[in-house]
């Protein structure tokens, strides 16, 4: 039970209380405090740098998309204007083949018209001649 006054075994103890607690304090509490703060001072500084190693490189990321983005669209484009080329180059040749073929074909057409006039004038002849002996031996009379 608690004595009024108390006697001087509370103080000892109160005191021998004190002495313990400064020597801890010394000895054991500061030294891990002070583990305690560097260690989370290097987490934190830690934990800063990898915060800011990791926006940049969404940073560098975000840029590299960019880029490639661009080059997509310089593709892109660039194909489109080879396709417009070589679309255009084939009509130019269609054009030209075109050209070609309708000249071939008239140079024939003229060919073969003259080649026509040349034996209709002989077939002519020798079909009015077939004609007269027809009507000849059909009349009975010479024409």
């Known amino acids: ?3 009024l006054p108390p006697d001087i075994t509370f103080v000892i ?6 002495i313990f607690w400064q020597i801890m ?3 054991l509490f500061a030294p891990v405090q002070s583990v305690l703060e560097a260690r989370a001072a290097r987490t934190s500084g830690e934990s800063t740098r990898a ?3 990791q926006a940049e490189a969404r940073a560098q990321a975000a840029e ?3 880029a490639l983005d661009e080059v997509r669209r310089q593709g892109v484009r ?3 204007e080879i396709r417009g080329r070589s679309e255009e180059q084939e009509r130019a040749l269609l054009e030209r083949a075109r050209a070609d073929v ?4 008239e140079r024939e057409r003229a060919v073969t018209r003259s080649q026509v006039e040349a034996v209709q004038v002989p077939l002519r002849a020798e079909a009015e001649r077939l004609a007269g002996q027809v009507v000849a031996k059909v009349l009975g009379r010479t024409v």
């Open 78 to 80: 660039q194909a489109e």
């Open 25 to 27: 304090k010394r000895l």
């Open 13 to 18: 103890q109160v005191v021998s209380f004190l």
């Open 1 to 3: 039970m608690i004595k």
């Open 51 to 53: 915060e800011t190693l």
């Open 102 to 105: 309708q000249a071939l074909l």
């Open 64 to 66: 590299v998309d960019a």
